[in-house]
C-alpha cells in the first residue's frame, strides 16, 4: 500500500467506543483470539457478519482438537461433535478402480482422541460462546466494512456498516477469512493468485445413523474420514467423506486456474463421485441436504501474507493457514492455534505500551515456535507436489493398474513378475521408471 | 425491569424460534438448535411496524415474547432499537426444549400469560404480531389476544399506517386479483402483519454494545385464559372497512354475429380470421411510462371506459 493511501480516517470521533482490541470474524480463529483476550482480562469485541457464529462457514473436514486442550479443560465432554474419527482411509481412484490404505485406530475413539468430524454452525458458535463466557462482547450481522487510521496511518480500529458504527481499539485482529478485506487494505495481503487457492464444494448428504454405522462398519460415536486421489478428471485436487452422526459429507478441492481450463462443473465431479463404484455403496438411498462451495487458501507457506503491521495482525484463512500437504489436511487447528497466538501477542503488545508492528512481532515468533507456522514450513513445499501433474493424473491409475496386475489371476497364463508388471504399468501410464524413483526423493524430501 | 417510556403504549408480541430446524425425516421431530433462533420475517415487520406507530404517537415500544433464554440475543437487538423487552420464561429452568415444544400447543392459555405479563406496563394501544410463526404457529394467537384484551383485530396485513387521531390506524390487506383492502383499526386493537414489504431498521453499533450489557427482565409463565381479561364492557370497536371493494371484472356487451351461417357466427366471435394487433415492443421504458401503455391498451381494447388524469386516477385504479 502506498503512504498516500494511509491517510486518518476522516470523522472518527473521540467518542467512539474504545477496546483493546477489535477481532474481525467469528470463525474458529477470531473466536480463540477473542477468547485469549478476554482471558487475559482485556476489553475485546468480536465482530462477525453472519446472523450468529458458524452460519456461514463451509468446512467439510476433521476437527483435530489437540489445540482445544489449552483452551477448555477436557474440551471432548462438551464440544458438539459428530463422531471421533477412528478411521483414516486414504484412496487412489481411477473412473472403475480404487486402491485403498486404511488405518484404524481405537484409541482415536477414546479420551483424549484425535480428530472429530462436526458441523461448523455448532463448533463456530460453541467456541464463541466461550470466548464471550471469558468476557468477550460478540456482536453479529455486523460487518467491518474497512480500517480506521489515525493520523500517522496507524490502525486505530474498524468501520462497520452500522450506524455510529466505528470501533477504536489498541489492536485489530482480522481473522475475515480467506478473502480478507482487511488485510487487503492495510497492504498485508498480496494480489489474490488463483494457483494459491483450490475451490471446495461438497454436498452433506442424510443418512441414518445406523446405517452409516453398518456400511463404514462404525460404532455409534465413531467416524471414518476417507480422502481421494484420482477422482476430479485430471484436474489437480481430490475428493473427501466424511461421517457425521446422521449425515455424510461427501466433496471435492479443486485447483481453481484448472477448474476454469476445463470448464466442468464441480457439482458434475461430486456427481462422478457419487457414482464411483467404491463410493456409491455407502450411498446409497442418501439423500441432500446442502450444498456448499469455499475458496480454500493452499499455497501454504510460501503464500502466507504479511501477519503484523501497527495496530494489526492477521490469522486464520486470511493469513493462509490451511495446510494441504497431501496426507495432512488441516486447518480449523491452525485457525484456532494463530488465532490463540494472535490474542496472546495483543495482550503482551497491549502490557508493554507498544502496539505498532514492532510490539506485534512476538505473533511470528509464536507462531514458527509451535505447529502453526513449523507445520507449515515443514511442508512447504508439498502443495506443489501434490497438485503436479504426475500425482494428480498419473499415479492413482498407475497404482491402480499395478495392483490390479498383481491380483488378477491369469490362468493359463503364468504370474508376471513384480519389476516386469511395474515396468509395463508405468509404461502404460507414461511413467518412467526414473521419473517414479525421483518422485519418490522428491516425496522424502517433502515430507521427511 | 425497565423503566417505561409515556405516551401510548405499542408492543410487539414476537415468537423467537430457530429459523433453521431439523426434522428427522421418519419421526418428524423438530430439533431446534439455540444459536441460530432468530425472528421471523413476519415478527420483523411486527418489530418494525411497532417502531414506527410508538415514533408516530410518541409512544414507546414494549417488546414480549414467550421463550427460554436462547431468545435474550433477539431481546437485546430490539432493547438496542430502544424498545422496553420482557420475556417469559418457562416455569422449569431445566426444560427448554420441553417449553418451547408447549408453546405452540395452547395458543390461549398462551394469550392469557401475555396479557398477564403485560398487565404491570398498562393497557396497550395497539399489539402487533406477525401473521404466523415459522414454528408451528397457526397464527391464531393474536385473535386470542384481542379476545383477552378486549380489542379489535385486524390481521393478516401487509402495512399499518397511523392517521391524525391516536386511536385509530388505517391498515391494509391483500384481496385476490392484486387487490387490497383499507381498514380503519380503532384502538386499542391486536394487528398481525405479514413478513413483507418493510424491512427491520438496525440498531447503531454503541447501542448494539450497550444492550448487550444489560440483563434481560424476565416473568415466570402464568395466567391463562380470562384470568386477566381488562376488557371494556361494552366490547371492542368495530373495525370500518374503507370504501374500496375487492376486483370484480367488469362485463362486456359483445354484440351478437349478423348472419345465418353458423360458421360465420363462430368465426365473428372468436375473431379467428381477423387480423390481431401484432405485439408490440414498448420497452425498455420507465415504470411510469410503462403504466401509460399499459392503460392505453386497456383503453384501445374497452376495458377501461375512460383515460385517468392525474394522480386520482391513478389511484383509482391502484385501489
Known amino acids: ?448 | 425491569m425497565d423503566d417505561i417510556g409515556s405516551g401510548p403504549m405499542v408492543v410487539a408480541c414476537i415468537r423467537i424460534t430457530d429459523l433453521r430446524p431439523q426434522i428427522e425425516p421418519l419421526s418428524g421431530t423438530v430439533v431446534r438448535e439455540p444459536w441460530s433462533t432468530g425472528l421471523s420475517p413476519a415478527d420483523a415487520a411486527a418489530l418494525e411496524y411497532s417502531f414506527r406507530i410508538a415514533e408516530a404517537w410518541s409512544g414507546h415500544v414494549v417488546v414480549i415474547t414467550a421463550a427460554p433464554s436462547s431468545a435474550d440475543a433477539v431481546l437485546r437487538d430490539a432493547r438496542a432499537l430502544g424498545a422496553t423487552v420482557l420475556r417469559i420464561a418457562g416455569g422449569s429452568p431445566s426444560s427448554d426444549q420441553a417449553y418451547v415444544d408447549e408453546l405452540g400447543s395452547d395458543e390461549r392459555g398462551m394469550a392469557g400469560m401475555i396479557v398477564a405479563a403485560l398487565a404491570p406496563l398498562g393497557r396497550p394501544s395497539l399489539v402487533v404480531c406477525g401473521d404466523r410463526s415459522s414454528d408451528r404457529g397457526t397464527g391464531a394467537l393474536p385473535a386470542f389476544l384481542a379476545h383477552e384484551l378486549g380489542a379489535a383485530q385486524a390481521l393478516g396485513l401487509v402495512a399499518i399506517t397511523t392517521t391524525d387521531q391516536e386511536s385509530m390506524v388505517v391498515a391494509e390487506r391483500r384481496l385476490d386479483g392484486g387487490w387490497r383492502e383499507r381498514l380503519h383499526v380503532p384502538c386499542p386493537a391486536v394487528c398481525s402483519v405479514e413478513g413483507a414489504g418493510v424491512r427491520l431498521r438496525r440498531a447503531s453499533l454503541t447501542a448494539t454494545l450497550a444492550a448487550q450489557r444489560t440483563e434481560i427482565p424476565q416473568v415466570t409463565a402464568a395466567g391463562g385464559p380470562g384470568t386477566t381479561r381488562g376488557a371494556d364492557p361494552v366490547g371492542p370497536a368495530e373495525v370500518v372497512v374503507g370504501p374500496v371493494r375487492p376486483f370484480r371484472p367488469r362485463t362486456r356487451a359483445v354484440p351478437a354475429p349478423d348472419s345465418d351461417d353458423p360458421r360465420l357466427r363462430l368465426l365473428t366471435l372468436t375473431g379467428a380470421l381477423v387480423a390481431h394487433d401484432p405485439p408490440t415492443v414498448v420497452g425498455p421504458i420507465d415504470a411510469a411510462g410503462a403504466a401509460d401503455a399499459l392503460l392505453a391498451f386497456l383503453i384501445r381494447h374497452g376495458y377501461l371506459d375512460t383515460e385517468p388524469v392525474g394522480e386520482e386516477a391513478a389511484t383509482e385504479v391502484e385501489w
Not at chain 1, 180 to 191: D, H, I, N, V
Not at chain 1, 310 to 334: C, I, K
Open chain 1, 1 to 448: 500500500m502506498d503512504k498516500g493511501d494511509m491517510v486518518p480516517t476522516p470523522g472518527v470521533s473521540s467518542d467512539t467506543p474504545g477496546f483493546d482490541a477489535v477481532v474481525v470474524g467469528a470463525g474458529p480463529a477470531g473466536s480463540a483470539a477473542a477468547l485469549a483476550l478476554a482471558r487475559a482480562g482485556r476489553s475485546v469485541v468480536l465482530v462477525e457478519r453472519g446472523p450468529f457464529p458458524g452460519s456461514k462457514n463451509v468446512y467439510g473436514g476433521v476437527v483435530y482438537g489437540r489445540v482445544l486442550d489449552e483452551v477448555v479443560p477436557e474440551w471432548w465432554n462438551e464440544v458438539p461433535v459428530e463422531r471421533w474419527v477412528v478411521r483414516r482411509s486414504t484412496m487412489m481412484m481411477t473412473g472403475s478402480q480404487s486402491v485403498s490404505v486404511d488405518y484404524r485406530s481405537a484409541a482415536w475413539g477414546e479420551v483424549p482422541y484425535n480428530g472429530m468430524t462436526t458441523l461448523r454452525s455448532r463448533f463456530d458458535n460453541w467456541l464463541a460462546t466461550k470466548a464471550v463466557e471469558a468476557g468477550a462482547q460478540l456482536v453479529t450481522s455486523t460487518v467491518a466494512t474497512g480500517l480506521l487510521r489515525d493520523a500517522h496511518g496507524r490502525i486505530v480500529g474498524v468501520r462497520t456498516d452500522r450506524d455510529r458504527g466505528e470501533l477504536r481499539a489498541n489492536v485489530v485482529v482480522a481473522c475475515d477469512g480467506v478473502n480478507s478485506f482487511l488485510a487487503k487494505e492495510a497492504g498485508l495481503m498480496p494480489p489474490a493468485e488463483a494457483s494459491h487457492h483450490t475451490l471446495g464444494v461438497k454436498e452433506v448428504l442424510d443418512l441414518p445413523g445406523h446405517v452409516i454405522d453398518e456400511r463404514f462398519g462404525l460404532r455409534r460415536s465413531e467416524g471414518v474420514d476417507i480422502e481421494m486421489l484420482g477422482c476430479t478428471r485430471g484436474i489437480p485436487g481430490g475428493g473427501f467423506l466424511y461421517t457425521n452422526s446422521d449425515t455424510v459429507s461427501l466433496g471435492v478441492v479443486l485447483s481453481l486456474p484448472h477448474l476454469a481450463e476445463a470448464k466442468v462443473r464441480p457439482e458434475e465431479l461430486i456427481a462422478d463421485l457419487k457414482n464411483h463404484p467404491s463410493v456409491a455403496p455407502y450411498l446409497r438411498g442418501a439423500t441432500l441436504r446442502e450444498y456448499a462451495a469455499h475458496l480454500i487458501p493452499e499455497g501454504g507457506y510460501d503464500t502466507m501474507p504479511t501477519m503484523v503491521t501497527d495496530g494489526m495482525l492477521v490469522a486464520g484463512d486470511a493469513a493462509a493457514m490451511t495446510l494441504a500437504a497431501g496426507l495432512w489436511l488441516e486447518g480449523v487447528n491452525f485457525a484456532i492455534g494463530s488465532g490463540l497466538a494472535a490474542g496472546r501477542a495483543v495482550d503482551r503488545a497491549i502490557a508493554a505500551g507498544d502496539c505498532s508492528a514492532k510490539g506485534l512481532a512476538s505473533y511470528r515468533s509464536d507462531l514458527e515456535g509451535q505447529f502453526v507456522l513449523a507445520d507449515h514450513k515443514r511442508f512447504r513445499k508439498a502443495p506443489a507436489l501434490v497438485l503436479s501433474e504426475r500425482i494428480q493424473q498419473r499415479y492413482p491409475g498407475l497404482i491402480c493398474d499395478l495392483v490390479d496386475g498383481m491380483f488378477t489371476v491369469t490362468n493359463p497364463v503364468p504370474k508376471p513378475g513384480g519389476v516386469r508388471l511395474t515396468r509395463s504399468v508405468a509404461a502404460k501410464h507414461g511413467v518412467k521408471l526414473r521419473q517414479l524413483a525421483a518422485d519418490t526423493v522428491r516425496a522424502l524430501k517433502v515430507f521427511g
